[in-house]
């Protein structure tokens, strides 16, 4: 769950840099680029974050990696901590109930299509089906499906057919299905539902440009345009014939051409998205605290050898050749059914010795571990305890976990070094 929430999070800055830049360049009548620059970009902040740009480690470094914190209570009850499930499923829960309510929309909107088009009169010309209803629905298209009317007159549908032709003739019809996909997928980013306005702004400009270069009267279109404005909107997955805002539309449709200055200003101005992209999309080399919200500098500073401590040093990942062993790879080792399912495993396992308890004894071990090719754990050890029991407790249920799958780096196997600690607290 960690690692899709990292993705959201990822992909949700990526459209947002490409949401910002290209408010610099929604204003130039170059619709073609601005329709290629705005799918590249949905494209990518879906992509991207998938893409591991700089692994963690690709050479062997000294230390190990650091798990979540455990706690066993002398109740013999094993938590974890600065973990809260609860609250993870419940954010779980909002946002599947989110995705569902959206799919479902998205059904409803196709299922009403249907019934349109089958309580409607047909006809296919060139291609095409044209569907002439009787509601005061504004013309729409979806695909290769033409609504429109049946009472419009016969001046006018021209125009329109022609209109909604240029929609189905550049698939448009598939970016906004794209669009509608994505913004089920990241519906919680506000940013995504000004982007998918602005895409279907392009896809009307680019109709209203290929009008014009027919041969249109413009005085003409334009009050059409003003005139379907007054009907009712059909549903979000269709190309509408106004359903773009009219202020912007005229104005784009009397607007004079680009200045020669356009062309360097998105030339200048890509360059920097793209370094802005490579940066959210980049791995971070290390941290002080964990994705689990553990606090590594401070563990790192408590199992730390010193004069007056009987702890072993903490294994160091010195190189070894293929066989040296490392503690961040491209492809991490991973428990076979997942961290949680790790986490209760040693939660339930772990008991508190009878002992310990009687003598008051409480506070963490730390067991050092390691991964090897085959996902085994190996060399598992105590790097700082406690004693009366509690570090031969923890040491055997450690050794007791069942493989992992194998961490690889350079895509081959190899070993990795992990630390976790076992904090035993009394009543």
């Known amino acids: 769950m960690e690692t899709f929430i990292n993705y959201l999070i990822r992909s949700a ?75 993870f499923r419940w954010l779980l829960l909002i946002y599947l109930a989110g995705v569902l309510f959206l799919l479902s929309k998205n059904g409803v909107q196709l299922w009403k299509l ?32 033409i609504f429109i009317q049946e009472h419009i007159g016969e001046k006018d549908a021209a125009t329109i057919l022609t209109h909604e032709q240029v929609h189905a003739n550049q698939y448009h019809s598939v970016d906004v299905l794209l669009m509608e996909l994505f913004s089920v997928l990241q519906w919680f980013n506000p940013v995504v539902w000004f982007y998918r306005n602005l895409l279907r702004e392009v896809h009307e400009y680019l109709a209203d ?21 007054l009907k009712v909107q059909p549903a979000d997955i269709t190309n509408s014939f106004c359903q773009i805002k009219l202020k912007r539309r005229l104005k784009m449709i009397t607007k004079s051409q680009n200045s020669r200055f356009s062309g360097i200003k998105f030339m200048a101005m890509l360059p920097l998205l793209c370094l802005f992209i490579y940066l959210v999309s980049c791995n971070q080399a290390s941290k002080d605290v964990n994705s689990e919200g553990v606090d590594t500098m401070r563990i790192k500073k408590e199992i730390a050898p010193s004069g007056n401590n009987s702890a072993t040093e903490a294994p160091t990942a010195k190189a070894k050749g293929e066989n040296g062993v490392y503690t961040q790879v491209e492809q991490m080792p991973e428990y076979t059914e997942g961290n949680d399912a790790m986490n209760s495993f040693l939660a339930s396992n772990i ?77």
């Open 114 to 145: 249907y019934r349109i088009a089958h309580g409607s009169g047909i006809s296919r010309r060139q291609g095409y089906t044209l569907v002439f209803t009787r509601s005061e629905l504004a013309p729409f298209s979806f695909f290769r499906l």
């Open 13 to 87: 800055l990526i459209i947002t840099l490409v949401f910002l830049v290209y408010q610099l360049l929604k204003n130039d009548r170059n619709f073609t680029r601005n329709r290629i620059f705005l799918l590249a970009g949905l494209l990518l902040s879906f992509a991207l974050p998938f893409i591991p740009f700089i692994p963690t480690a690709t050479v062997p470094i000294r230390g190990s990696v650091i798990l979540q914190p455990i706690i066993i209570r002398s109740d013999n009850i094993g938590t974890l901590v600065n973990h809260h499930p609860d609250i």
């Open 209 to 229: 440009r290929s009008m014009l270069h027919k041969g249109i009267e413009k005085v003409g279109y334009l009050q059409l345009l003003c005139a379907m404005a």
């Open 351 to 427: 008991k508190y010795p009878a002992k310990a308890k009687e003598n008051g004894i409480k506070g963490t071990v730390y067991v050092s571990f390691l991964i090897d090719e085959t996902g085994a754990v190996v060399d598992a050890k105590i790097i700082k305890g406690i004693g009366k029991g509690c570090d031969e407790e923890a040491l055997r249920v450690v050794k007791m976990m069942p493989k992992w799958k194998p961490g690889k780096n350079g895509g081959k196997t190899v070993k990795v070094a992990f630390t976790l600690p076992i904090k035993f607290s009394l009543n």
